[in-house]
């Protein structure tokens, strides 16, 4: 969703800082884009354009401002339409002081009204605005007080930034519910909502957690409460590099990503198997490890595709962990009366680690007494901060919207935690060593698949006009039918829809004619034959069918149409391989049909509005 790019030196121009910046977070998803700097003169310049931040280049390359002190944002629209006005920053009445905003302002109508009272007028229709004039109505010379002030009577959730032409060396921000972080560079310092928007200036840098406040000037930073108390914030590393954030030579970052899963899910489980013990060591679980054998119940929440993870979660984990197991969307569950039994552990999953519906489901979770696990991609977000204890995927930054190596890194964390759980259970030495073995080896078999990536890419090509598509597998393969289909639906914007194959007979085979292309997930496992019969059903009444099925499977060559060999394995861990054959055709039918792949109309990276 929306970014944030903050900047104050003493002297450089930092404008070409918050513009390249802005193009690191631009992946987040946006609508406008905009930028102010306290020009060298005391006057506060602002450029800002709806559209793309190409737009914006052209705007600054047209009317320049410079200045050593400013603040830039990529909108994602919530208040208001994307338009030039509602773009941010925002200023108060007064045009000295310029904010950026991300998240909603709940009681926003309620201050709007009380500073129009007071003879505000307002030109846009955001929240962001109402924020500038209440920072001003509480302004007094000094910007960090007037924010203090103004923010005791904000409910909802911001993280901002905000300069003032009066105090042209500064540069305040704060958060509460949406993420910001401060980095502390050679000559600046900087605020970002993103730890992409400043990672090639720095990588040092520190969290602000809720209801905290940073004061930058070029001669350092300090770290408060909203309540004005100091607080000392530790220093940390980021460890990404400069690649992470580079196409290296993809055409899309979301091809980078899919290529990238041989390594990444590589990363996801190393030091965590131990071969001869047939086991997995979780470090973030060893204070929760005995309450997780013991649990009851485990209950995993999540949004998208971190939800399909969790059901093929649940299936690993009852299967191989014998505890029983409930999947909920975070929306849901947050809304819901849901029961918490003592004893009960919840797992939330997300990518982002800023997901306002699994933040709040989790927050939800913790008060009615269950104990959170995280299963989270990005390092220092508000949910692997939030919960009771984690594994991080360490997948590294996902920039595509889509995401798909996040998916495959938390599938194999949760088979590391299903083995984990399975050897305190029923699973023997010898089993648990067969699994790890079958664990060790996914990463060369993805790397097997991505060899076939010109085959699979035909196939896209090929299918690329259809307008719909059905999605089917069984067991550990339904929820990867329900996240082809999610990939292709996302980015192409061909209707797909994901089932169990059993379920087809009972309504979606209506639908069923040459021109609905059938992907089937038919591997050799114990609902091969099973399946099969699901084909028959699907070509007797014309269906052409993609299938996914194992090496050397000559049965389903002679029923399907386009067939996509994967390599075998433990059922458990066949989504892991399943679901990128699938990544690949949604990624190849997109690009077939000109989409822009990486930043999918009307979607998010990271949805941290309801
Ligand atoms: C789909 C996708 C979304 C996310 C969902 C949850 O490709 O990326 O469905 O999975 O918004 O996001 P996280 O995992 O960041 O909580």
Redo the contacts with the bound molecule.
């Keep these: 969703m929306c970014g944030i790019i903050g900047c104050v030196t003493r002297s450089r121009d930092i404008v070409p800082v918050l513009i390249e910046g802005l193009k690191r977070v631009e992946y987040r998803g946006y609508d406008s884009a905009g930028i102010a700097a306290i020009e060298r003169g005391g006057e506060l310049g602002i450029r800002k354009v709806e559209g793309k931040i190409d737009k914006l280049v052209a705007l600054v390359d047209e009317h320049p401002i410079e200045g050593p002190t400013g603040v830039g944002h990529t909108r994602w629209a919530t208040h208001g339409v994307p338009s030039e006005l509602n773009a941010h920053p925002q200023t108060d009445a007064t045009g000295k002081i310029a904010l950026v905003h991300n998240g909603i302002v709940e009681n926003y109508n309620a201050l709007r009204r009380s500073l129009e009272a007071k003879g505000y007028a307002f030109r846009s229709e955001t929240d962001t605005e109402v924020l500038a004039n209440l920072i001003s109505e509480n302004y007094d010379g000094n910007l960090e007080a007037a924010v203090q002030a103004a923010f005791a009577g904000v409910q909802g959730a911001y993280g901002i930034a905000v300069i003032c032409a009066d105090e042209p060396g500064k540069l305040v921000g704060a958060r509460n519910g949406s993420p910001l972080v401060v980095g502390i560079g050679a000559d600046a310092y900087y605020v970002a909502s993103d730890v992409a928007a400043l990672v090639r200036h720095t990588r040092d840098v520190v969290y602000l957690d809720d209801l905290e406040m940073v004061v930058a000037t070029p001669d350092g930073f300090s770290t408060t409460t909203l309540e004005n108390e100091d607080i000392t914030k530790d220093i940390e590393k980021v460890t990404w590099n400069i690649d992470m954030i580079e196409k290296n030579g993809f055409p899309h970052f979301m091809l980078k990503e899919i290529f990238e899963q041989e390594r990444t899910v590589q990363d996801a489980m190393r030091g965590r198997l131990i071969a001869a013990a047939g086991d997995a060591i979780l470090g973030g679980l060893r204070d929760h490890r005995r309450a997780l054998q013991n649990a009851e119940r485990i209950i995993i929440i999540?949004?998208?595709?971190?939800?399909h993870s969790a059901l093929i979660g649940e299936y690993m984990i009852e299967d191989l962990g014998r505890i029983s197991v409930e999947v909920e969307y975070a929306s849901e569950f947050r809304y819901r009366n849901p029961v918490i039994n003592p004893g009960d552990i919840a797992i939330v999953?997300?990518?982002?680690?800023?997901?306002l519906d699994?933040l709040a489901a989790m927050t939800e979770a913790q008060r009615r007494g269950a104990t959170v696990i995280g299963i989270v991609?990005v390092v220092g977000s508000t949910?692997a901060r939030q919960s009771d204890g984690g594994v991080y995927t360490h997948a590294g930054l996902e920039i595509g919207?889509?995401?798909?190596k996040?998916f495959t890194s938390q599938l194999t964390v949760l088979a590391a935690m299903a083995l984990m759980l399975g050897r305190s259970r029923d699973i023997s030495v010898t089993e648990g060593r067969q699994i790890v073995r079958a664990m060790e080896a996914i990463p060369g078999q993805i790397a097997e698949i991505l060899s076939r990536h010109e085959s699979i890419k035909d196939i896209g090509t090929r299918y690329a006009r259809h307008t719909n598509f059905l999605y089917l597998g069984r067991g550990y393969n339904f929820p990867v039918a329900l996240e082809g289909a999610?990939?292709l639906k996302?980015i192409s914007y061909i209707h797909a829809e994901g089932y169990p194959a059993a379920e087809m007979k009972h309504g979606p085979i209506a639908l069923i004619d040459e021109r609905m292309p059938v992907v089937v997930i038919a591997p050799q496992d114990a609902f091969y034959e099973k399946i099969l019969s699901n084909m028959q059903e699907v070509k007797a009444r014309g269906g052409r069918i993609i299938a996914i099925t194992s090496e050397g499977d000559d049965q389903v060559e002679k029923m399907a149409d386009d067939v996509i060999e994967i390599p075998r394995t433990l059922p458990h861990l066949t989504p892991i391989l399943s679901v990128i054959p699938l990544q690949l055709l949604a990624y190849h039918m997109a690009v077939e049909r000109d989409c822009h792949v990486d930043q999918p109309r009307n979607?998010a990276?990271?949805?941290t509005v309801e």
């Excluded at 999540?302 to 939800?307: H, K, N, V």
């Design positions: 999540a949004c998208g595709t971190s939800w999953i997300s990518q982002s680690g800023e997901t699994t991609n949910i919207v889509a995401s798909t996040a999610l990939k996302e979607l990276k990271s949805v």
